[in-house]
Structure formats: C-alpha cells, structure tokens
C-alpha cells in the first residue's frame, strides 16, 4: 500500500498530568483529540487511559467506555494498550482485551526502561497472543529491541499467524534500555524482520521522534506519533496538541508521495474485522 498509516498515541502512561496540563487524560479530552487527529490524518489510536486522579488504569469499566466513546464519535482504529504502566501486574494486562478493542500491543519481550523494567515474559507473550485470536483482536507487535524480532519469529511458530491474517509491528526506539533511536538500529530490526510480516511502522522517544519519522517513511514504514512518545515538538516548543504532530507526520508523509491512510484502508492493511 503506498499510502502511510499514522498512528497516534496521545497519552501514554508515563507523563504526570500535573507537569504536563495538555495532555489528555479525561475521556473528554481523549474523544477531542481523537477528533483532531482523525481529521489531521491520524486513523488509528493507540490508547492508555487515565483514572479521575489522572493516574494510568486498566480498570475495566473506564476501558469498554472509552472504547465505546472513541467508536461512536471517529472511525479510527482502536488500540488498546496491553503494556500499561511498568507498574501493572501481568495478570491485570491480560484482563485488557475484555473491552473488545479492535486492536492490542503486544510487546515481544522484557525490556529496561528507565530506570524501571517493562516486564514481558514469554508465559505473559503467548497467553495475549491465544487471547488475541480468539477475541479475533489484531495484535500490533511491539518491538523494543532487536531480541524482540526473535521473539516474535518463535510466537508466529508457535502459534500461527494473528487473527486478521496479517502481522504488524511497531519499532518503539530510543526508550531508556531499548533500541537507540538511530536510522542504522532501525533499518537493523526491518532487515531482521520475519517474512510473515505484512507491514511496519516506527517511533523515535523524545528527540529521536522526527529523525525516525523521516527514516521510516524513507524505507517503506509507517508511522506513530503523540505525546505518549515525545512531548517537544521543536526546540523550546512544547507540544500543545496531539493534532500538531499528527499533521506534521501527515505532512512529511506527502511530501515523501505517501499521504495518510484512510481509516478504511488502515482496516484493510492490518486485517482489522468490519
Ligand atoms: N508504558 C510502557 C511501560 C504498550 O503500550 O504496549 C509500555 C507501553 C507499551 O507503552
Ligand atoms: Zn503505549
């Protein structure tokens, strides 16, 4: 498909709202920046989402309404994010899909953060994957490192392909422990990549965000974008809205001949269900 899908993530799990005001943490805010990047180009979302406290959950009430929130008012791709915060017990991320989302992450492997650990063990990997297929959810593989590609290649052998037929993944560099945010450690993992997978996409942490935006639509990726990754968007400019760096990706991608993917297409692409 030569056109580009531009995935937002808009709130991520790491950000306190008290140091950083604009970003959305209510399901109000969420649904109007969903909006805004919808109409910036953005047709899929990747989703955590926040309690009154602002504080990251997996509470499963807050999670089926803001699904139904996001399907009822765009027509974006909905992704639930199974990585949570690093402070989830795994069996709580495993609860995640019960809000029928269209979509999951699914991170193929423990990786350090910060100055915290990302816990993914393989048990954890395996039991997302069955659930996924059986709650026909279209898992997006997130890889952190190169190890990852690895174990995504034992999963999709162990277990089939995903629901959907196709297999997606999303190069999340520059985190703290992971793949450096560098166009040689990317263009490594594509090479890696098993040739199951139908299609790629990748983000760049912080300062690495617009380098590795500029890679991967150079060498046939997609892209991710939002304020879970990267709260700058120029030097001194502190990103004041999702929707600006959504349109600045849907620019990029134009210019480079691949102008944004409808939602429609990115259904069609990842093998989402109707
Ligand atoms: N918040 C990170 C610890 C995912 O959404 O699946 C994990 C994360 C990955 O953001
Ligand atoms: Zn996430």
């Known amino acids: 498909m030569v056109g580009t899908l531009i995935t ?12 950083c005001p604009q970003l ?36 499963h009430g807050l999670l089926k309404a803001s699904v139904e929130a996001l ?9 639930l994010s199974t990585g949570g915060s690093v ?16 979509s999951c992450s699914l991170t193929c492997g423990t990786t350090n953060f910060g100055d915290d ?40 052998d162990t ?12 190069f999340v560099t ?4 992971g793949m450096p945010g560098t166009t040689a450690a990317l263009m490594a993992g594509v090479a890696a990549l098993p040739e199951e997978v139908t299609s790629w996409s990748a983000t760049g942490i912080g300062r690495t965000h617009l380098p590795i935006a500029a890679a991967a639509l150079s060498a046939g990726g997609h892209l991710r974008v939002g304020m879970e990754d990267n709260l700058v968007y120029a030097k001194g400019q502190p990103v004041q809205h999702n ?27 990842l093998g989402i269900k109707d």
């Open 8 to 19: 937002v993530a808009p709130t991520g799990a790491e950000t306190a709202k008290a140091d």
């Open 24 to 59: 959305p943490t209510t399901l109000e805010e969420l649904v109007e920046t969903a909006i805004a990047c919808e109409a910036a180009g953005a047709s899929l979302i990747h989703l955590h989402i926040r309690d009154a406290d602002h504080q990251p959950t997996l509470d």
């Open 71 to 79: 399907r009822e008012q765009t027509s974006l791709v909905i992704q």
């Open 87 to 102: 402070h989830d017990p795994l069996e709580q991320r495993l609860t995640v899909l019960e809000a029928e989302p269209d």
């Open 117 to 156: 650990v990302f816990l993914n063990p393989w048990g954890f990997m395996n039991q997302l994957y069955v659930q996924a297929q059986e709650r026909e959810v279209v898992p997006e593989f997130e890889l952190f490192d190169l190890g990852h590609v690895a174990a995504l290649r034992r999963l999709i």
């Open 159 to 170: 277990h089939g392909l995903p629901y959907g037929g196709k297999v997606h993944v999303d």
């Open 174 to 177: 520059g985190v703290p422990g």
């Open 243 to 269: 929707r600006e760096l959504v349109a600045r990706a849907a620019e990029l991608a134009t210019v480079m001949q691949r102008p944004p993917l409808s939602t429609d297409q990115t259904r069609q692409l």
